[in-house]
Structure formats: structure tokens, C-alpha cells
């Protein structure tokens, strides 16, 4: 009898197991055709002088944009494309992409369901079950003091492919067009360049930037420092002082994500390192957050200089007045700098942000558009 009992249920766990990776496998590593979008708009300041420019890609992405390497690579292959047929790439070229573009490796190669689903959490969920014992494999090494554990799991999870993926991609692209990249933001452990790539270990998550060189070199990594509230859930910030400033084709590179380009922390270390452009990845998800009432510095205490204009500026009046736009020429002496924010349809996450541009004495922003834009500034 004891017998009869252990093999019903040694049979019905088999037969468990069995469904369970039927359906975790179900609708996998499909070939999905990556996304196009036909609404585009572009800006150009300035005239080609021999001396470069920095263009800014703000790409429209859709969940199925990630579905597979050659999917991501096809569609940012179009935005490059687009920008070489203006005659706008050349040798000193620098290309800034937004925060956030490689944080969405984490669904590669997943169900066909997390490409589809109406809300980022049900993706979420997705993912987690149809990964279940590796995600669980590296919930239990979490740092316990994390808020959100889960955010951690996933992304150490796909560690291997977003890493790999992102180094492919724009070390492709790069040594494709000849050009310098600000490859925007992805989310890894203990990121590292080794050997001119990129490389990760287990330990504790940053967001960081990679900048490509034309042959296709990853010459440098700049870790975020100033985070957002959701991001201090799981993500470690980096140090200010360590932000490096990159040796392109036409000059030294500063760039700075998001937050980092509010304090002028950040400006002090970019003079100091003799940084002459400045690129700014960022990323805005919430709709219609551009006009809301300016809420000062959030997470960390507003500059007295800026107290005043707390819940009288609008969002997008504060990123004029307390960002890169003013700080860049005041406090580094960089007269030349770019702003792109990540566009697109990422289930409901918002896309605000058009392009920010700084040449000189003039300042300009590129079209509120729904769909993707160019724009260039030239050196």
C-alpha cells in the first residue's frame, strides 16, 4: 500500500515536471520581426566643420523590439541607417542613445506571452514562472537588505544574455558606422571592462553606460550615482568622483544619467577631468510628468539655490534650469552637450522627453513627438 501511495505521487510529480517545462518552453526563442514605427522627427543645430557632432537617437521600442538579439540589433541598425543617409555620421561622430535601452534585455528570449502582455507586471510574472528554479537559485543570494528583491533576482538572473547582448550590439554598430556610442543603460552585477569589453560578476546591481569607440573598443563605463526612489530598491549607486571622462575621435566625452546631471558634484568632476561635450542618457515613464509641479530633488536635499522654485517650476522647467542646460556651460565650461530620452510603447510605461541640445550660447529642444527622433549637433 505504502508503495502504490509513493509511486502516485512520484508519478504525479514527474507528470507535474513534465507540464511545467512544456509550458515554460511553450512560444520560447520564437522569431519575432522587430518593430518599426513610422513617426519620426529630427533637429540639427549648427554646420559640419570637420570637427564632429553629437547625435542623438531617442528610439521608439516595443517589447518585441527584445525578443532576440538580431530583433534589438535590426532595430537600432535602422536608426543608424537613417542617421548616415542625412550624412551625419562620420569618424568623429558621437551617437548617444537613452537610459534605460538595455535595462529590457532582461525578455530576451522569453514566451511569447511577456512580448504580449497588457501590463509590465503580468510580464513580470512570466518571466519569473517560466524561469522559476533559476530565479529562484538567485532570489536565495540576494542581498537580504534590498526592498525589492525581485527586480534584483530577474535582472541577475539574465545577467549572461544582457550583458552579452549589449556588448554585441553596440560594438557592432559602432565599428559598422565608424562612430563613438553612448550606448544609453542596461542594469548588470558588478560591471567591468576586461580586455576592452564588457564583463560582470555576482555581487551587488549598478545602472551603467557603456561608451564604444569606432573600432568597436568599449572604452568606457559610467556608473550611475544619483539614483531614483524605485531604482534605491535594488540598484547600488556608483560614485560621482569615479565617472570618467572617455577619449573620443573628437575630444574627451563626459556623460552623466539622468539625476547625475542635476548636482553639481558631477560638473566639478567633469572640469576637473577636462571634459569638453557632455552626453545625457535619461528615461521618463511616467505620462504628462513633464508638467507636473517641480517636487525639488526627491530622494536627496534640494541646493538651497534651488528651494524657491520648488512646486512653482514644472518638471520641464526645472530640467532647463537646474540640469545640463545651464550647469554644463556654468559650471564645466562644456558649451556643446545633447539629452535623449528612451521613446517607445514598453506595455504601460509612459515615454516623456523630447531631445535636449546645448550649442554654445543656444539652447534648443527637439519636437514633443510620439514616435522616435533624430537630432545633431554639430561641433
Known amino acids: 500500500m505504502f508503495k502504490q501511495r509513493l509511486l502516485i505521487i512520484l508519478g504525479t510529480l514527474m507528470l507535474g515536471w ?14 519575432l520581426p522587430p518593430a518599426d514605427v513610422q513617426y519620426r ?25 527584445y525578443s532576440s538579439e538580431e530583433a534589438f540589433f535590426q532595430k537600432l541598425n535602422g536608426y543608424f541607417a ?11 561622430s558621437i551617437v548617444v542613445l537613452p537610459e534605460n535601452i538595455g535595462l529590457w534585455l532582461v525578455i530576451v528570449g522569453e514566451k511569447r506571452e511577456v512580448y504580449a502582455a497588457p501590463k509590465l507586471q503580468d510580464a513580470i510574472h512570466t518571466l519569473t514562472y517560466s524561469n522559476f528554479f533559476t530565479y529562484l537559485s538567485t532570489r536565495l543570494q540576494a542581498p537580504q537588505e534590498l526592498k525589492d528583491p525581485t527586480s534584483y533576482s530577474l535582472l541577475a538572473m539574465k545577467a ?23 550606448a544609453g543603460t542596461t542594469v548588470l552585477p558588478e560591471p567591468a571592462i576586461k580586455e576592452q569589453k564588457l564583463a560582470y560578476e555576482s555581487g551587488a546591481l549598478y545602472s551603467v553606460s557603456g561608451v564604444f569607440l569606432p573600432d568597436g573598443s568599449l572604452a568606457g563605463l559610467v556608473k550611475k550615482a544619483y539614483l531614483s526612489k524605485q531604482e534605491q ?28 546631471s542635476w548636482f553639481p558634484q558631477a560638473y566639478a568632476n567633469l572640469r576637473e577631468k577636462g571634459a569638453c561635450m557632455l552626453a545625457v542618457p535619461a528615461n521618463i515613464t511616467l505620462n504628462n510628468y513633464l508638467r507636473l509641479p517641480w517636487e525639488g530633488y526627491q530622494n536627496y536635499p534640494t541646493p538651497a539655490e534651488a528651494r524657491a522654485d520648488v512646486n512653482k517650476l514644472t518638471e520641464a522647467e526645472a530640467w532647463d534650469k537646474y540640469s545640463f542646460p545651464r550647469r554644463a556651460p556654468e559650471e564645466a565650461s562644456i558649451t556643446k552637450a545633447i539629452g535623449v530620452f528612451l521613446k517607445g510603447e514598453l506595455w504601460e510605461l509612459g515615454a516623456e522627453g523630447q531631445p535636449l541640445l546645448l550649442q554654445g550660447a543656444t539652447y534648443k529642444k527637439g519636437q514633443t513627438t510620439p514616435g522616435a527622433s533624430l537630432s545633431c549637433i554639430w561641433l
Open 18 to 31: 513534465a507540464l511545467y517545462v512544456i509550458w515554460s518552453n511553450k512560444n520560447r526563442n520564437i522569431a
Open 41 to 65: 522627427s529630427f533637429a540639427e543645430m549648427g554646420r559640419d566643420s570637420g570637427r564632429g557632432n553629437l547625435i542623438g537617437i531617442q528610439p521608439y521600442m516595443l517589447p518585441v523590439d
Open 82 to 92: 537613417e542617421a548616415r543617409r542625412k550624412g551625419w555620421l562620420n569618424r568623429k
Open 160 to 182: 549572461a544574455d544582457m550583458a552579452n547582448i549589449y556588448q554585441q550590439t553596440f560594438s557592432h554598430l559602432a565599428s559598422t558606422y565608424d562612430v563613438t556610442i553612448v
Open 233 to 260: 530598491t535594488y540598484i547600488t549607486p556608483g560614485t560621482i568622483q569615479d565617472v570618467p571622462v572617455v577619449y573620443t575621435p573628437a575630444g574627451k566625452l563626459g556623460v552623466l544619467i539622468h539625476q547625475d
